[in-house]
């Protein structure tokens, strides 16, 4: 695979930027209205050194997932966010503003598409020559959205996939007395200690970069640190014998941490793993090097980088399988690792063990359950523990929901726009209103009567019922075959714009890579308006509802139970036919 060194040259630093460094807060807006100001508040919050793993660089996370272009795009989007009408669509192509459209006040206030390429096209070679040339952006998932919201947005998604887990595997409630191991500590792997630890599990995790440990152990996802594999594994023992929860980052590059791990004979409960493989230019670190040496490795010559990173995601994988061998548990949660050995190293055994979503999460996405986000705009956390009381009064009966608020409450620190995650679905109350509607009306109400400050901006994960087309992770092994139809999130966004969603976006390659997974995703703001109201009905009906037709589609049993509990009209179907 050749991969070309990224040579264009992004600028400096926006002296806007810097006059911002994070979102504005407060109930004082810069814009023509609330949903404008929404979506640059997001943007700078994407971009808020407590967020963003290298905004100076227009990085927001996975190693180059940005939020921008360039530094002039940049500030062409602010310049354009602060002057948009109430009836107008700013247009956003990769990164870059490309045109403004009179529309109309219920449309989408912003469209972005990025890194999309046409099928043949449709690789790392080519991105890569576009990218090199200023053409092309890497948007990730949330990066290129802005609806990146730190670490805090991906862990509630690790914690339901490891609850799940302990179901699946162990008939348990919860990891306690089970030892975790992964590896990658960034901004979507930095989750995963305190996820195991909320599930009361021990966690080893491997992480080249000492500094993305200091930065867990900092904001509390990671406990401690060590540089000696034999102490981090005692330590792990001990916690899980006395059946307490407990995470330790090593200083290590993964691979040779899990091989390390098959010399002793230590054999951990579970294994999976989270570092940036999707890029084995920019987000992988080959075995051998610091991060420094690796860096300098990556500018001098980025082919053989490439393939020294291959080869250590061959060792890794083959390490992960190894520990299956012998009694772990194995998943990859969603970076493609195995899709990367299989393509560029031949392993066709990479695939001997399961992806997160067959395994432990497609039953909730038949049911339109999936990553339901809020940030509020004010800045204020007090606007966040309201909305925390509102959906535990909303959902008295759902004990895991509001176990997930108790703990994030106690234990997630809140990085930016304060903010929070929870899973809700689609099933329908006496109204017809799904759990996502329901919530956000109400989330609406409290801000028209004054018992939140500021408006609440509500998003998503990509990883969602009906967003996304990833046959490596999100729609590995449907039941029907087809994992890699891209319709479903071309249908998805459309339907986000039908519904009036205020930022609308479609993505090519998220966390698994170019040419690997087609995404979308949409924003609603609550600001209090009757317009609000109504459009937080369409959009959190018809969005997850996608993810009950697409499932429903694929024969799932659990999505048909779903779409007749709760009126989903399925036309074929309902005529009779399949």
């Known amino acids: 695979m050749q991969r070309e060194d990224t040579s264009f040259d992004r600028g400096e630093p926006s002296a806007t930027w810097e006059s911002y460094r994070g979102a504005r807060t407060g109930t004082e807006i810069e814009c023509e209205g ?5 979506a640059l508040r997001m943007l ?63 449309a989408p206030r912003v469209l972005i598409a990025n890194s999309n390429l046409v099928g043949k096209w449709d690789d790392w070679e080519h991105f890569h ?41 162990y008939d348990d409630t919860d990891l306690e007395g089970r030892i975790v191991v992964t590896g990658g500590l960034g901004g979507m792997g930095g989750a995963q200690p305190l996820a195991v630890t909320m599930n009361r599990g021990v966690c080893i995790a491997a992480e080249v970069d000492e500094e993305r440990i200091d930065r867990r152990i900092e904001t509390g996802y990671c406990e401690e640190k060590t540089d000696d594999l034999d102490e981090a594994i005692e330590r792990a023992e001990q916690a899980a014998a006395a059946g307490d929860p407990y ?61 020294e990173s291959l080869d250590t995601m061959e060792r890794h994988v083959r390490a992960i399988l190894d520990l299956q061998d012998r009694g772990a548990t194995a998943f990859e949660y969603g970076n493609n690792i195995r899709g990367q050995v299989r393509d560029e190293r ?19 996405f038949c049911e339109g359950r999936g990553p339901f986000r809020w940030a509020a705009l004010s800045g204020d956390p007090e606007d966040i523990y309201r909305t925390d009381e509102a959906v535990l009064e909303l959902f008295p009966g759902k004990h ?5 608020i108790e703990l994030a409450r106690e234990q997630v620190q809140f990085q930016g726009l304060p903010s929070r995650v929870c899973w809700l679905g689609y099933h329908t109350d006496e109204d017809g209103l799904t759990e996502r509607a ?28 009906g967003s996304v087309a990833s046959p490596n992770r999100e729609t590995e092994a449907m039941r029907d075959g087809t994992d890699a139809v891209a319709d479903w999130p071309i249908l998805n966004a459309l339907l986000n714009c039908a519904a009036g969603a205020d930022i609308v976006s479609v993505h090519d390659g998220g966390g698994v890579g170019i040419g690997n997974a087609l995404h979308a995703n949409n924003h609603v703001v609550l600001d209090g308006t009757d317009r609000a109201a109504e459009t937080a009905e369409r959009v959190f009906t018809a969005d997850p509802g996608t993810g009950v037709i697409r499932h429903a589609d694929a024969g799932y049993e659990e999505a048909l139970e779903t779409a007749r509990e709760s009126d989903v009209a399925i036309p074929m179907r309902d005529r009779g036919g399949e």
């Open 129 to 169: 020559e576009l990218e090199a040339e200023g053409k092309i952006m890497y948007g990730q998932m949330t990066a290129g959205s802005w609806a990146y919201i730190g670490t805090q947005g991906i862990i509630q998604g690790t914690y339901e996939t490891l609850a799940a887990l302990a179901r699946v595997e």
């Open 44 to 106: 700078n919050n994407n971009l808020d050194p407590e967020v963003a793993e290298k905004p100076e660089e227009l990085v927001v996370y996975g190693g180059t997932g940005s939020a921008a272009r360039s530094w002039d795009a940049y500030d062409a989007i602010v310049a354009e966010l602060r002057t948009l009408g109430d009836d107008e669509t700013l247009l956003v192509q990769s990164g870059k503003p490309v045109g403004r459209f009179r529309t109309h006040e219920r």
């Open 247 to 307: 995470s330790v980052g090593v200083h290590t590059n993964a691979a040779d941490m899990l091989e390390a791990m098959l010399d002793r004979g230590f054999v951990p409960d579970v294994v999976t793993d989270q570092t940036s493989a999707h890029d084995a230019l920019e987000g992988y670190y080959p075995s051998g090097y610091t991060v420094a040496e690796a860096d300098r490795l990556r500018e001098a010559d980025p082919d053989r980088y490439v393939a």
């Open 346 to 364: 031949g392993m066709e055994s990479a695939f001997d063990y399961p992806g997160f979503v067959p395994a432990y999460i497609r039953p909730q």
């Open 34 to 38: 609330w949903r404008q100001e929404a």
């Open 438 to 465: 329901r919530f956000a009306l109400r989330i609406n109400e409290l801000v028209r009567d004054g018992e939140i400050a500021a408006p609440i901006v509500v998003t998503r994960d990509h990883l969602d019922a």
């Open 400 to 404: 895991s929901l509001r176990r997930w």
